[in-house]
């Protein structure tokens, strides 16, 4: 109840807070000299004690100019020594070659070196597509041999990873009979029409 209680004020409040707050705004900027945040207690009561302690000395920094101080700021300037940036304007010449730039086929740009003992998707489908062609020709050792790998690497590839099957449908679509799905057992006779079924609903009546 205390959080519905918080935002029903709330909704209540925020027109008030929202009332002519633009001319609010401009009321405020439109001053010489801003209203200086107030100071924590503990500040004020410092201040408050240097002043009640030492009056004169207040007075004359406030009412005093340090003329020292002025001329010294009159005399500061800053100077730049860096060279000034200008944009060079260079004109490259465009590509030879303007045709769009097609995705790899495989997802990601192939290395051209690959590292002996290592595989590329497409090494490692060759693979895998020798072997599934003949197994006996395109044993495990052999295929190791011949892409640099070690022999478990080559078993683990065989036994854990095939390639994608194609299975296309029958041309042939035959039509699907009533009888492959329904029984005629199931179906109401005309003599089980008169007699009351029981179900759910004359159960709980």
């Given at each position: ?53 030492n009056p004169d000395l207040v007075d ?146």
């Amino acid at each position: 109840m205390g959080n519905i209680a918080v935002k029903a004020s709330r909704k209540l409040i925020r027109p008030f807070k929202n009332f002519a707050v633009e001319a609010r705004a401009e009321r405020v900027l439109a001053k010489e000299k801003p209203t200086p945040a107030p100071w924590h207690p503990t500040t004020q009561k410092r201040i408050d004690e240097l002043i009640k302690n030492n009056p004169d000395l207040v007075d004359v920094q406030v009412s005093k100019k340090d003329e020292l101080l002025g001329n010294r700021l009159k005399e500061i300037y800053v100077t730049s020594r860096d060279k000034p940036i200008t944009l060079k304007h260079i004109e490259k010449p465009l590509p030879a070659e303007r045709k769009n730039v097609e995705p790899p086929e495989f997802g990601y740009q192939e290395p051209a070196r690959i590292t002996k003992g290592k595989l590329s998707i497409r090494q490692a489908l060759l693979l895998i597509g020798k072997h599934h062609q003949d197994p006996v020709i395109h044993s495990a050792m052999s295929l190791a041999n011949e892409y640099t790998i070690h022999p478990r690497v080559s078993e683990n590839i065989l036994k854990y990873f095939k390639t994608f099957e194609y299975y296309q449908p029958p041309k042939v679509k035959t039509p699907i009979q009533a009888k492959d799905y329904i029984t005629f057992k199931s179906l109401p006779t005309p003599q089980d029409k008169d007699k009351p079924q029981i179900g759910e609903n004359s159960l709980k009546s």
